[in-house]
Antibody
Framework: QVQLQESGPGLVKPSQTLSLTCTVS??????????WSWIRQHPGKGLEWIGY???????YYNPSLKSRVTISVDTSKNQFSLKLSSVTAADTAVYYC????????????WGQGTLVTVSS | EIVLTQSPGTLSLSPGERATLSCRAS???????LAWYQQKPGQAPRLLIY???SRATGIPDRFSGSGSGTDFTLTISRLEPEDFAVYYC???????????FGPGTKVDIK
């Protein structure tokens, strides 16, 4: 059973870079067949896809966030990370890391989510 | 970019009743890549249906999905107390390779 756990600061100042890490257990991030993903949910709102990375390093980002997003993977630590630059209050949200199964293009596993607040 | 619209926004029903939730796409979606999720307060979403009509592992058979093209439906045949939650549809479009979610339908107790 794969488990995902987000970690990182819960408070980020405006204009700074939000950085989160997802630690994967119960499975190898180097194995194919999965997209390692980030999804966010603004308070009381719906779900927004941020982007994903394949084990090979190839990435895809939501066009609305593409200029500010970087997703990377550290296979030695079985982790993948999110960086979102130039944040504003509009980036305040619960951030989930997630495992997408390539064959079905579904999110089969989710982290518990971490609230990141952008405020001075 | 494909936009998903869900209706109704809120569905007020009693336990034991049938719930019918709609997900409409702005253009045709591959049925292979249409999924439904359930989210309860304070929890991450849970996959219910994939490929428009296949139940995910461990999902009770009171949940069923159907549809094709631009119109998809999630049906809960008889609502159990634990089914009151928010439901999202999600699609993957290969050109470009983007995932999108609908805005959600809240099923609450009447």
């Amino acid at each position: 059973q794969v488990q995902l756990q987000e970690s990182g600061p819960g408070l980020v100042k405006p204009s700074q870079t939000l950085s989160l890490t997802c630690t994967v257990s119960g499975g190898s991030i180097s194995s194919g067949g999965y997209y390692w993903s980030w999804i966010r949910q603004h308070p009381g709102k719906g779900l927004e896809w941020i982007g994903y990375i394949y084990y090979s390093g190839s990435t895809y980002y939501n066009p609305s966030l593409k200029s500010r997003v970087t997703i990377s993977v550290d296979t030695s630590k079985n982790q993948f990370s999110l960086k979102l630059s130039s944040v504003t209050a509009a980036d305040t949200a619960v951030y989930y890391c997630a495992l997408v199964v390539v064959i079905t293009r579904t999110v089969d596993y989710w982290g518990q989510g971490t609230l990141v607040t952008v405020s001075s | 970019e494909i936009v998903l619209t869900q209706s109704p926004g809120t569905l007020s029903l009693s336990p034991g009743e049938r719930a019918t939730l709609s997900c409409r796409a702005s253009q045709s979606v591959s049925s292979s890549y249409l999924a439904w999720y359930q989210q309860k307060p304070g929890q991450a979403p849970r996959l219910l249906i994939y490929g428009a009509s296949s139940r995910a592992t461990g999902i009770p058979d009171r949940f069923s999905g159907s549809g094709s093209g631009t119109d998809f439906t999630l049906t809960i045949s008889r609502l159990e107390p634990e089914d009151f939650a928010v439901y999202y549809c999600q699609q993957y479009g290969s050109s470009p390779g983007i995932f999108t979610f609908g805005p959600g339908t809240k099923v609450d107790i009447k």
